[in-house]
């Protein structure tokens, strides 16, 4: 059973910094595109981050350089960086990864995502 465990939310003061990041559990053939999403209260859930396994990488355009998604393959991770922390970026994160494992009828690939974890940011 494949799982993805976000860990590094938390409170923290507008400007401050945040580094989330993410695990993976399971047997993984192999883990394509990651990413970050995030869901405040009463939105819809959107994407900050996503990175390839060759390390390429897009963000959404209210991240302005702020963040950094980065991914270890040897270790099956992937992070996010935040700094400059607006309030606006308060919201639940969420890992996300395509992931190849192995069933009977072959090599499959699914869509998996963690359980989130909260960032505040307030004063």
């Known amino acids: 059973q494949v799982q993805l465990v976000e860990s590094g939310g938390g409170l923290v003061q507008p400007g401050g910094s945040l580094t989330l990041s993410c695990a993976t559990s399971g047997v993984i053939l192999s883990i394509n595109a990651m990413g970050w999403y995030r869901q405040a209260p009463g939105k819809q859930r959107e994407l900050v981050a996503r990175?390839?396994?060759?390390?390429?990488?897009n963000y959404a355009d209210f991240v302005k350089g702020r963040f950094t998604i980065s991914r270890d393959n040897a270790k099956n991770t992937v992070s996010l960086q935040m700094n400059s922390l607006e309030p606006e970026d308060t919201a639940v994160y969420y890992c996300n990864a395509f992931i190849t494992i192995w069933e009977h009828v072959g090599p499959q690939t699914r869509d998996y995502w963690g359980q989130g974890t909260q960032v505040t940011v307030s004063s």
């Open positions: 990175i390839t396994r060759g390390g390429s990488t």
